[in-house]
């Protein structure tokens, strides 16, 4: 209780003792009797406090944010005038002739000052309260939404992982058969890959020449499970240096090639892989061939990798990318443009 009362309620005290001695210092020298000072501004304080307190934590969540604003207004019509009368018989007791002296006994014009006191200030704070409560309430929107973001990119980048690992398993699988050698390195290389997952690709940024020399690994690795079926194309600017990226950014784009490859007999099968550094950002072009097996097959159940990576350039790369993607009969190609971080 005491750790909430310092954390939520000791900036309210603070306040009450700097208004209380602020006031006594300003009207000091207007006073000759320093105990009707000190009293005077006590009932002010007080008024002010009640006002304001009532006001915030009974009428705003009663009538004002139920929609109520008349039944709002005459409830605050209400404690200001209570306010008023307070004031006015509580420092009429206090200075007695003094307090007469000041309008010539007329009462009137001090129910006019006392009224027009409270309203200044309560408007004041309840208007600094406003303002305090919507800086919060944005600070905590923004932290939800930072948290939210943070935990769907998380998920995002999970999800690479088993549908990674689910396709090269099937080739794995399928080349054991054929030809165990080949099927060792390429467990191997899949070690490599994973090893990099699991120990390279933990912070949010990465260079870009390890991004490059994951897509490499697994390059090899599709080549020796496709054989001289396979007529692969690749083209990397000398430049490609020197800047990071979101990891795992790539690969759905390149696993997709090799996915949905044509598969044809008598004519070249071909993917093609085009990355180029062009000033502040990263250039890269995906290419391959398809037939009609591959193109009816393409948007079955299991391709997540392409929609996962649109939803993470969202995220990462807000206004800083373009994606083109270009499906015809016959080929498939992606075309990402991305700013990267300087």
């Not at 409830?75 to 307090?99: K, R």
């Not at 009137?108 to 309260?129: A, D, E, H, Q, Y």
């Not at 009816?296 to 994606?323: F, S």
Request: proline share 4%.
């Amino acid at each position: 209780m005491g750790k909430k009362f310092l954390k939520y309620k000791l900036h309210h005290v603070l306040f009450w003792i700097v208004y209380y001695v602020g006031w006594i210092q300003v009207y000091k020298n207007y006073y000759e009797n320093i105990t009707d000072l000190m009293q005077v501004t006590l009932v002010y304080g007080i008024a002010h406090a009640s006002l304001y307190y009532i006001s915030q934590y009974v009428l705003i969540p009663k009538f004002w944010r139920k929609r109520q604003p008349l039944r709002f207004i005459l409830a605050f019509t209400g404690l200001l005038l209570v306010s008023v009368l307070f004031m006015y018989g509580t420092i009429n007791w206090i200075l007695g002739s003094m307090f007469h002296d000041a309008f010539d006994g007329a009462v009137f014009p001090w129910l006019v000052f006392f009224g027009t006191s409270n309203l200044f200030w309560v408007s004041i704070m309840l208007s600094v309260k406003v303002l305090i409560d919507n800086y919060r309430g944005q600070r905590a929107n923004e932290r939800k939404e930072k948290e939210r973001l943070e935990s769907e990119l998380q998920f995002l980048k999970a999800q690479v992982n088993p549908h990674f690992l689910f396709n090269t398993i099937n080739s794995v699988y399928v080349l054991i058969g054929q030809d165990p050698k080949k099927a060792s390195e390429t467990l191997i290389k899949l070690s490599d890959l994973l090893r990099a997952q699991l120990y390279d690709f933990g912070n949010e940024r990465i260079p870009i020449e390890q991004e490059l020399s994951y897509l490499e690994n697994y390059i090899e690795l599709e080549k020796l499970r496709k054989g001289k079926k396979l007529v692969f194309e690749y083209e990397k600017s000398a430049d490609m240096k020197g800047f990071q990226i979101a990891p795992l950014l790539l690969i759905p784009f390149l696993e997709n090639c090799f996915k949905h490859i044509s598969s044809y007999p008598d004519q070249p099968n071909i993917i093609r892989v085009r990355l180029m550094k062009d000033g502040p950002q990263l250039v890269a072009d995906f290419f391959n061939t398809r037939d009609e097996y591959a193109a009816r097959t393409a948007g079955q159940p299991g391709g997540i990798g392409l929609k996962n990576v649109r939803r993470r350039l969202e995220l990462l790369y807000p206004n800083a990318h373009t994606l083109t993607v270009n499906d015809r009969p016959d080929s498939y190609e992606v075309s990402l443009k991305l700013k990267f971080d300087d």
